[in-house]
């Protein structure tokens, strides 16, 4: 079965992932480039939003548990010449990492995903943190034309996060309830099922079958499933490349659908 990493190790991880982001910016032939997977935004926007997203979370961490998110009182503005930037970047990660260290993983912490199936604690926020950092780092190095894939560390959990955090809600799914299966060629599976009392994702055996739940629940009992590599699942689930590019067997259509679901808050 699927397991969390350490907290030490989600502390880690983030800071490798932000040392590669500032390494896709350094090597970047303009900060004016345009974000391939991100068309709205140039490469210093990127930088911008992840540096700024970061010192506001580390605020909200340090704030502990709160009604609302917390801004990153008197923060500098992202400075325009590269290495200020890279400078500037380095010390919004580092914020996060201290905020993260001082509250430990079970503190109480606000979080937009309370309808979800994470916890509103500083150690959910340090996983969701990495899956963000990690997929701008993946952003970053396809503007600087040195894409990579996801580390296997980072976009094995990225799946399962995703889906816990991302998908899981208690908001009523709006069409038939059905269920659709995620497949990693790594050997893990998951899945989410959809119905009127939301969206509940369950970590599968690594048989693909799940534990039997009634008299008709089974290893087919799923409408549709995808199966790639845990790195392109999780960039498919966030939109960076299509679903269809990967294995698709069933209902094809639930896939756009679950796409287009804005589910209630």
Do not use: N
């Amino acid at each position: 079965m699927t397991t969390t990493p350490e907290f030490a190790v989600l502390l880690r991880l983030i800071d490798d992932r932000s040392t590669a982001f500032r390494a896709a910016v350094a090597s970047a032939p303009s900060l004016d480039v345009q974000v391939p997977t991100c068309p709205d935004w140039t490469l210093f926007d990127l930088a911008q939003h992840l540096g700024e997203g970061r010192r506001s979370w580390a605020a909200t961490v340090a704030a502990g548990p709160a009604e609302a998110k917390s801004a990153a009182a008197g923060a500098p503005a992202a400075p325009r010449e590269r290495e200020a930037l890279l400078d500037w970047l380095a010390v919004s990660t580092q914020q996060l990492l201290e905020a993260l260290q001082e509250a430990g993983p079970d503190r109480g912490c606000w979080t937009w995903w309370g309808a979800s199936q994470s916890p509103q604690t500083s150690g959910a926020v340090a996983r969701h943190q990495l899956q963000e950092i990690a997929l701008h780092t993946y952003d970053a190095q396809i503007t600087s034309g040195a894409r990579q894939p996801l580390p296997d560390e980072v976009a094995l959990d990225g799946v399962d996060e995703f889906l816990s955090t991302c998908c899981a809600t208690t908001s009523a799914w709006p069409h038939k309830p059905a269920a659709v299966d995620f497949h990693a060629t790594e050997g893990r599976s998951w899945r989410l099922s959809l119905s009127a009392d939301g969206a509940r994702v369950t970590r599968l055996p690594a048989s693909g079958t799940v534990p039997t739940t009634g008299a008709d629940e089974g290893p087919d009992a799923a409408a549709a499933s995808v199966r790639g590599t845990a790195g392109e699942l999780v960039l498919a689930l966030y939109g960076r490349i299509p679903v269809d590019s990967l294995k698709l067997e069933g209902d094809g259509v639930l896939f756009d659908l679950l796409q287009a679901w804005e589910p209630e808050e």
